[in-house]
């Protein structure tokens, strides 16, 4: 069964394998003892320490393990909120980053700090001058993603982090996705990344903090780690988490330009097989293993079982695949379509057959999932041309108000409008989306009753 979802977590690396059950035999014991067995340990950790810190591009004593990359993010952040608390409470990131930030930042506020959204452009990528416009005076830390966990698009590390530098400014990055293809490039200040999104195990996270970095570290002071991550070094783990990350990095340049190859055949494919979908994310600074589409007229948990029953595993940000039943952030910072949205991320050997049978199989579960709803094939012709119409989608989820809209957008005459009524959230980003996609004109939202009116017209 073809497994394409290793952007939220790849196969364990054999090397990690073989790494993980050898430091289960050697490096069982503290690394905080002197005696035989425990300087054993402390062996293995620091030379762990080495190979990942060489592999991030900072000193062994900057980088330390935590228990996941969230708790990493977490730490990082409160540390160097922390430490600079003198220069102000203000934290500056990007509409796109991940949960982890997004919820460091809603703590901070709930603390009586102030954090700023910086928007992105439809790729998903912020403008640096944009970036630089949101910090201020009383800016304590910077935060931007090195690439995208939905879309794949890389953000311009290396610009914002000089225009933070200009600005005294520390800049985190999260490089979970993209540490095991390569380092992140620029003058970074803090750094994080998670072992499980290369192939290494779950439950090791990494964070690096430059020397000369205000860093604070919160909660209860520990012994280990620097007092920067409390608790017993998983230490099997770690040693298979580096090792694992050396074996990837080898494997990295070869493999980037075999899987930027399959993505860009999927990217093709797909929009010319797949009526109404959009490719979201950058087309060329992406990562080279991860594109998202989005299908109009699509309800996106369906799509996931129905691909899911014919052997591909993939994920999604759409809201239909969530427990809110809100949209995902990111397409919704992106203002792209959020439903019927598929990501496929693909693992390190994954063969060239299992992406050309995907390729057969989507046009297809596609088309029975919008013909189980009533999607509309065509456009249908307009019999008596009318002033406006309105849809009531009212108490209707996921692609069903846009279904609706694109069923009698043909009923009025070019010129003429139509209101969506809907209280759906998603329809406050699909129909926009929808408009773009198919040249009409979104005029605008206006308050309803219930829900929302969503005012759309025609124009072809």
Same mark, same amino acid.
């Given at each position: ?136 005076? &009383? ?110 990095? &080898? ?12 993505? &860009? ?126 849809? &009531? ?68």
């Amino acid at each position: 069964m073809p497994y394409f979802d290793a952007a939220s977590a790849a196969p364990l690396h054999p090397v990690a394998r073989q790494a993980l059950l050898a430091a289960l035999d050697e490096g069982w014991a503290d690394p905080a003892r002197l005696y035989r067995e425990g300087r054993r340990a402390r062996l293995l950790l620091d030379a762990a320490r080495e190979a990942a810190a060489e592999a991030v591009g900072c000193r062994p004593d900057e980088l330390v393990f935590t228990s996941s990359g969230t708790s990493a993010v977490h730490a990082g952040i409160a540390g160097a909120l922390s430490g600079r608390r003198r220069v102000g409470r203000h934290l500056a990131l990007s509409a796109v980053e991940h949960s982890s930030v997004l919820h460091s930042a809603a703590a901070h506020e709930a603390a009586g700090g102030s954090f700023t959204e910086v928007p992105v452009e439809r790729s998903g990528a912020v403008d640096p001058a944009a970036y630089a416009g949101a910090l201020r005076p &009383d800016t304590a830390l910077a935060c931007l993603q090195s690439a995208n966990h939905e879309v794949g698009t890389e953000q311009p590390v290396e610009e914002v982090a000089a225009l933070c530098a200009e600005a005294g400014v520390p800049l985190l990055v999260d490089a979970a996705q993209s540490l095991g293809w390569g380092r992140v490039a620029g003058g970074w200040s803090l750094l994080t990344a998670s072992a499980h999104k290369w192939g290494g195990p779950a439950g090791v996270g990494l964070l690096a903090v430059r020397k000369g970095v205000r860093f604070a570290p919160q909660g209860p002071a520990g012994e280990r780690e620097s007092g920067r991550a409390p608790g017993f070094e998983n230490l099997p783990a770690i040693v298979a988490a580096a090792a694992s990350l050396r074996a990837v990095r &080898d494997e990295a340049a070869a493999e980037a330009v075999r899987l930027r190859g399959l993505v &860009d055949r999927i990217r093709s494919v797909v929009a010319e097989r797949v009526g109404d979908v959009e490719v979201v994310g950058d087309p060329e600074r992406r990562l080279p293993h991860l594109v998202t589409f989005s299908c109009l007229y699509v309800d996106g948990e369906t799509l996931l079982h129905e691909l899911d029953r014919h052997g591909f595993s993939v994920s999604s940000g759409s809201s239909c695949t969530s427990s809110t039943l809100e949209p995902s952030h990111v397409l919704k910072a992106m203002g792209v379509l959020s439903e019927g949205n598929v990501r496929v991320s693909l693992p390190l050997g994954t063969a060239e057959a299992d992406v050309d049978r995907f390729l057969e199989v989507v046009p297809e579960v596609v088309a029975e999932v919008r013909e189980r709803l009533g999607a509309p094939v065509s456009t249908p012709p307009s019999p008596a041309p009318v002033a406006s119409l309105v849809v &009531d989608a009212l108490g209707r989820r996921c692609p069903i108000p846009v279904i609706e809209l694109a069923k009698v957008i043909g009923e009025v005459p070019v010129g003429a409008t139509v209101t969506v009524l809907a209280d759906d959230e998603a329809a406050r980003l699909d129909i926009p989306a929808w408009c773009e996609m198919r040249e009409q004109e979104y005029v605008g939202e206006e308050p309803a009753d219930r829900g929302s009116a969503y005012v759309v017209r025609r124009l072809s």
